[in-house]
């Protein structure tokens, strides 16, 4: 997203350099969107409307979003991805143990057959 909390459209709350005007990014991954609001006062609590310096909702990802002299492309709200993308754990320690599994069951498919054959361990 944007590379500095200073700059007009992060998550930080900004000046937008109109009187009384202050600015804030906000990202909800479960919509999932990126808007700017705009607000009455220095610690962006009372949103205004119908502002000029505020930004529609953009659907993520986003090929590119630009605002306040950025364009930057938007993936998801900070550093997680969005909700919906498996991280594969569980079919990797299923895989794990089933290898396992597998070698287990080649030791004893071959001792079975080597003790069959009249070979023993004394």
Sequence with gaps: MWTSNSERGSS??????TTNTWVKGVCDNKKPSYEVKTYSDV??????????EAMAATTLPA????YGGAT?????CGKCPPGNVDSGVVTYILAFFGVVFA????????????????????
């Excluded at 930080?12 to 350099?17: Q, Y």
């Excluded at 609590?45 to 000029?52: I, L």
């Excluded at 090929?63 to 630009?66: G, K, L």
């Excluded at 070698?103 to 004394?122: D, N, R």
């Design 43 to 52: 610690t962006c609590t009372t949103e205004t409307t119908g502002s000029s």
């Design 103 to 122: 070698y287990l069951m080649v030791v004893c498919v071959g001792m079975y057959a080597l003790f069959s054959c009249g070979a023993t361990c004394g």
């Design 63 to 66: 090929a590119s979003y630009t």
């Design 72 to 76: 930057v492309s938007l993936v998801s």
């Design 12 to 17: 930080a709350c900004v000046d937008s350099g």
